[in-house]
């Protein structure tokens, strides 16, 4: 319980932070400019201060499991919770710096590190196998959130981010759109034929193909509301694919 207390706090926390350095910087909308029926966006003093309130959340519940199993626990989650804040950061950050540090910041904390964290939690120490099983959830993560280079331009602009949108150019940026579920499918089947998920897993990979195909299927002059709907379809086929691999783990492992 008290895991995934921290878990989705740091989550919460990470990702508003992560809105807090987009809108840092930007001009307030102009009063009437937003119509009824859109949300009011959260302005970069409130996300900041949210994300922390959530990321101290997190660190409570770190701290709470030290006697119960040590300090490793906390010290992976201080890992993926610095690279995840630090990932859309101006200047220093993973995103910003570019030659694909932000995919990579993305695959750690979220796959590894918090496969690590998981296991540290009822073990005491981490494993190459923990890092090794966390892997294909870190590039499905990596997948769903590769299309926010498509839907943050005006962020990454006002900060130089060197984003694969910036760099490669939008073509070939989408070719990676298209290619990362499917990078993430033959993961997922690698694990599972490792033994890692248990065979069941496979079926993770439907979803996955899925959300490559809707990629693959966007026009090439595809505006940022495109992007912004694939996005969310991503989401849905990825937590689909990751439901498939709890349930294949605990099928494989009942105890």
Known sequence: MIVTLGALAAGCGVNLIDNGWDRLGEPPPEAGSLTSDEDWPIGSRDSFVA????????????????????????????????????????????DTLGWGLGELATLLALGPLAALVGFASQAGAGSSGAFLAGLPAGLIAAAVLFARHFTQ?????????MTPVVSLGEGQAHLALIALPGLAAGAVVIAARAGEYGPWASLAVVPLLAAALAAWRLPDSAVEADYALWERWALGCGAAALVAVVVALRIASPD
Request: with cysteine; net charge positive; glycine share 16%.
């Open 51 to 94: 994300g922390g309130a959530a990321i101290v959340l997190a660190t409570i519940c770190g701290i709470g499991l030290v006697p119960l199993s040590g300090s490793a626990t906390l010290s992976y989650g201080f890992v993926a919770v610095t690279l995840g804040v630090l990932r859309r950061a101006p200047i220093v950050g993973a």
């Open 153 to 161: 331009r005006d962020a990454d602009a006002r900060w130089a981010r």
